[in-house]
Nanobody, 115 residues
Framework: QVRLVESGGGLVHAGGSLRLSCAAS????????ASWYRQASGKQRELVAK???????TYADSAKGRFTISRDGAKTTLFLQMNTLTPEDTAVYYC?????????WGQGTQVTVSS
């Protein structure tokens, strides 16, 4: 059974920073691609950043230069360091693992950036 629990969201002023964490249980974390997605109110869920099991990272254009995704295999935790936040980053952020054709999702954590 895979369970993902996000934390670290909250309210921050524009220009501030947050660090999201996703604690994973189960046995697939080290083998899976791990990603952060976000969904703003009234919009579709979108990929923010991804890190493969080998450590290759990709970022949405909106995240490049501001966000950093990382994973701690020993602790089965995924992180997203978000800097220079803007109100456009306001959304629910979801942790995702993708393994053998299947997606696993967390419950999401709200990030709100005030102007």
């Amino acid at each position: 059974q895979v369970r993902l629990v996000e934390s670290g969201g909250g309210l921050v002023h524009a220009g501030g920073s947050l660090r999201l964490s996703c604690a994973a249980s189960g046995n697939i974390f080290r083998l899976a691609s791990a990603s952060w997605y976000r969904q703003a109110s009234g919009k579709q869920r979108e990929l923010v950043a991804k890190v493969t099991s080998s450590g290759t990272t990709t970022y949405a254009d909106s995240a490049k230069g501001r966000f950093t995704i990382s994973r701690d295999g020993a602790k089965t935790t995924l992180f997203l360091q978000m800097n220079t936040l803007t109100p456009e980053d306001t959304a629910v952020y979801y942790c995702n693992l993708f393994f053998l054709g299947r997606d696993y999702w967390g419950q999401g954590t709200q990030v709100t950036v005030s102007s």
